[in-house]
């Protein structure tokens, strides 16, 4: 038996829908084993106590029954695992995230996802769900959130967006504290001009981008002024493959608009050495300039999260 008590034919079925868009020139073994992996991962959400300390850190009035990750259906046909979320852990919009062996890029499987979610978490006023799926798919009723961009890194350093201005200069800090303080003030200030935006992209906390740094991933920028911006990455596989995950592309107020996000970008990825050879990142659907400096560094979408509202239904 494994996670959630599924037997083996069970859990390799939440493969099925990614093997059915896996991008060209990924493993379709690693890819299995990762989908398999994930589902572990949630399953470490299923514990009472695991779920009663996440209603303590975000302050939310759920129970500690509708915080546990759950199996929502389970059989040979389709098996479905639920659990509460908080967008941008923000209390006053939760959400369910849906993970399933069967695809959803219909309206007849988003409608019946709708109402097992709705069933399952009565006691919840819930925004809505998400789900990952194929990019493009426009007919569903569903928004979408998250997309996945991702290419080989190879590319993302050779295509002619490298050329920092001479004004910059590039360190690899050792230590995320001495960049913090200003990140901080300069991803606020983002923030503000950004509202629409805001709730869905996530500040970097301390000992993430100490993560990065400890990895020799956290790229600090400097101009006559001072601080000037960071870029900030992880390893973290994509689809089962070593992979390098970006984490963040700041730039300070000042630097923004002037078309040096994608030479940041390909800078911080031709000086790091992980040893990767493809880069991905989750990038939210409307933030149009971070969509625009990914494609010129020649990511493209491979995978897409939408979101269901089920206000009004």
Avoid at 161 to 166: I, Q, S
Avoid at 279 to 304: C, F, Y
Wanted: aromatic share 8%.
């Amino acid at each position: 038996m494994n996670p959630f008590g599924l037997p083996d034919h069970q859990l390799a079925a939440f493969a099925r829908p990614v093997l059915e868009y896996l991008p060209a020139g990924f493993d379709a073994e690693e890819a299995e084993q990762a989908e398999i992996d994930d589902v572990g991962s949630l399953a470490t959400l299923a514990s009472p106590n695991v779920a009663a300390a996440r209603i303590a850190r975000l302050g939310v009035k759920v129970s500690v029954e509708d915080m546990t990750e759950r199996l929502l259906e389970t059989s040979d046909e389709r098996t479905v695992v639920s659990g509460l979320r908080y967008r941008n852990l923000d209390p006053d919009f939760p959400f369910v995230a849906v993970k399933t062996t069967a695809r959803v890029n219909g309206l007849s499987a988003v409608n019946a996802l709708a109402a097992q979610v709705s069933g399952a978490y009565r006691g919840v006023d819930l925004r809505g769900f998400t789900f990952w799926e194929q990019p493009g798919l426009e007919e569903l009723d569903a928004e979408s959130w998250a997309t996945c961009m991702a290419g080989s890194l190879s590319a993302a350093t050779r295509t002619g967006e490298r050329d920092l201005p001479g004004f910059l200069t590039i360190s690899w800090p050792e230590a995320a504290g001495e960049v913090f303080p200003d990140y901080q003030h300069e991803h606020q200030a983002w923030r503000s001009d950004a509202p629409g935006l805001a709730p869905f992209v996530s500040e970097s906390d301390l000992e993430g981008l100490q993560e990065a740094a400890d990895q020799g991933l956290l790229m600090s920028l400097r101009d006559d002024h001072g601080f000037a911006g960071l870029a900030a990455a992880t390893i973290s596989p994509l689809f089962g493959r070593r992979a390098l995950c970006m984490l963040d592309i700041l730039l300070s107020k000042r630097l923004r608009g002037r078309g040096l996000a994608a030479a940041v970008q390909s800078s911080f990825l031709a000086g790091q050495r992980s040893g990767a050879d493809t880069v991905w990142g989750q990038i939210h659907a409307e933030n149009q300039p971070s969509m625009r400096t990914a494609r010129k560094l020649d990511r493209r979408a491979v995978q897409q999260e939408y979101f269901v509202s089920l206000t009004g239904r």
